[in-house]
């Protein structure tokens, strides 16, 4: 008798302890990766970019005040739609930007790098709403593993939109944060010939190495179990594991230029994390460091350097 009130007692707290991980690995997906209504607006992402931008802000009032920076729809082949801001250049003679926003922001977010290749290069500039953010569809944030496949659709649309006749269609991509791991998961891809080089800024080496820094940070669990079933339920809802969103991998299969950004004192994520992904890539490369830089933060600590940086980076590979 004793013996099978021990057997049931196991049984039960190993039911509760099921029934616990089960729970909280919900909790965590959704938490992580649910985006509901309460998304960050065009409007206030603009105000926050005038705010931390003063001397853009006229650069930017003037784009929507003479309508050049207009809006764009377009179907995924996933049926979903999706959108973008873009704005033409006078000068651009086939020369394009896109510019990929990070985890919970929108496209308006990435005005700042626009203003690089819009204001003083003379590009033409396209500006995603990634799947779940701004006014694209969906409410299941994708970490740019997904989200590098409607990055490429997007720059098929932009070569279109924006071809010049008599100039070659060339085109960098540029990405912050989630942005970053985004382009860097575009890169490892077939990718079209006008698509010359790309620039990644404070992007992450996987969805599971972010996902475990922050976990151990903010919630203080460790990665097993609780990240291991996770992963296993976003596979199962969203047809993806963090193991597998890899721009560490990605970049490993790149042979066109990138430039590497990342602050030295970004602890969201680490920097740290950069130098693998720089040791991945082959040639042609190049790397910095911004001194004193929290994460996403290099350019506004940094603005003409980085301005001279990218501009010169991306200068030898687009003419």
Known sequence: MKRKNIIRTIAGVALVAVAAVAGASFYMLDYSLYSDSNRTSGEDSFNYFCKTNPSLKEWGD?????GTLRDTFIVMPDNSCQHAIFARSPQAAGRTALLVH?????????LHIASIYSRVLGYNIILPDLHAHGQSDGNDIQMGWKDRLDVLHWAEVAER???????????????????AATTMCVSGEQTPDYLRCFVEDCGYTSVWDEFRHESAKRFHVPAFPLMYT???LCKLRYGWSFGEASPLRQVAKCRKPMLFIHGDNDTFVPTA????????????KQLWIAPG?????SFSDHPEEYTSRV?????????
């Open 62 to 66: 003037s784009l929507k005040r003479t």
């Open 102 to 110: 990070g985890y919970g922001d929108c496209s308006y977010g990435m």
């Open 161 to 179: 939109m924006f071809r010049s006749e008599g100039h070659p269609s060339q085109m960098v991509m540029h990405g912050v944060s989630m942005g």
């Open 230 to 232: 996770t992963s296993a």
């Open 273 to 284: 994390m950069v130098y693998p992904l720089y040791e991945a890539k082959p040639q042609p």
């Open 293 to 297: 830089s929290s994460h996403a933060a």
């Open 311 to 319: 501009a010169g980076f991306v200068t030898k590979y687009i003419k």
